[in-house]
């Protein structure tokens, strides 16, 4: 069955790897990225990679609230429902970067932006059967023992891995909240780790090249988002191969509140505040 799917920071790395597969089972993928004319590069190498005549770009900086919910508005007018979103864009800042607003870089694009773009789509998952949001978190989440709730969203107190690891930790508990949220709704939503893959995230983290090519880390995504096997699973995080549990800071319950409040304050979104407005 063709789904669409958007495969957010898809014009490198892993999100590539994975809308090449996904565009290579005959499925309308939507790609994503910052840049317009790299973004156009890619999109022609896809389709003759592929031959896929469903592939479409849209170009937004998820770091900037604005323009992620264009892109929300873009996608709404361009389709008619949205079968899977998969939240795969990420960053590692070597250096604090504070935004307008006074978010930190790392939080913005890793945490807000998933929270917010999820949030502007639900209309379009609601429209779909048996919709899916796989989420990309980071075994990286384990490290983070306490979080200081003080030093967010702009970091003063700024270690860039620390940074890093808290915005997949809020990953992981926004998707075991989203998860119950959308109970009932036909929709699903899952947070996975790829892997450790050669990208340039991990670069910028390691300083050099290392870790398994990018379609070893796509494999985990295109499972998570098409194959039947996961369709049923919700809520659920995906490490190693096989469904585990993440760590005990991301399954309680304050502390996903915690990061539910938060995201809904910093980016306004306030669908999730009625629960009407749920997707039924």
Not at 184 to 190: D, I, L, M, P, S
Not at 217 to 227: T, Y
Not at 237 to 246: A, D, I, K
Request: proline share 4%; charged share 25%.
């Amino acid at each position: 069955m063709e789904r669409t799917i958007l495969v957010t920071g898809s014009t490198d790395g892993i999100g590539k790897a994975t809308a090449r597969t996904l565009a290579g089972q005959g499925h309308r993928v939507l790609l994503h990225g910052r840049d317009r004319q790299k973004g156009q590069r890619v999109l022609a190498e896809l389709e003759a990679a592929t031959g896929s005549d469903r592939l479409s770009l849209f170009v937004a900086d998820l770091a900037v609230q604005d323009r992620v919910r264009g892109l929300a508005r873009e996608i709404g007018e361009a389709c008619d429902r949205l079968d899977v979103l998969v939240n795969n864009a990420g960053v590692f800042m070597p250096e604090q970067e504070i935004l307008p607003g006074g978010i930190e870089t790392t939080f913005a694009v890793n945490y807000l932006a998933q929270f917010l773009l999820t949030h502007e789509l639900l209309p379009l998952f609601e429209r779909s059967t048996g919709a899916r949001i796989v989420n990309v978190a980071s075994i990286a989440h384990r490290s983070v023992r306490s979080i200081d709730w003080e030093n967010l969203p702009d970091f003063p107190d700024y270690d860039a891995y620390d940074a890093y690891a808290v915005s997949k930790l809020g990953v992981v508990a926004f998707t075991a909240r989203l998860a119950r949220t959308l109970e009932g709704t036909g929709v699903t939503a899952n947070c996975l780790h790829p892997g450790v893959i050669d990208t340039k995230l991990l670069r910028a983290y390691m300083g050099g090249r290392g870790g398994a090519p990018p379609e070893q880390g796509a494999e985990v995504e295109v499972h998570l988002a098409v194959s039947p096997e996961t369709g049923a699973m919700n809520g659920g995080y995906f490490e190693e191969s096989r469904w585990t549990r993440p760590s005990s800071l991301a399954l309680d319950a304050g502390v996903q509140e915690r990061f539910w409040e938060m995201g809904s304050s910093l980016t306004g979104a306030v669908r999730w505040a009625d629960p009407k407005a749920y997707p039924r």
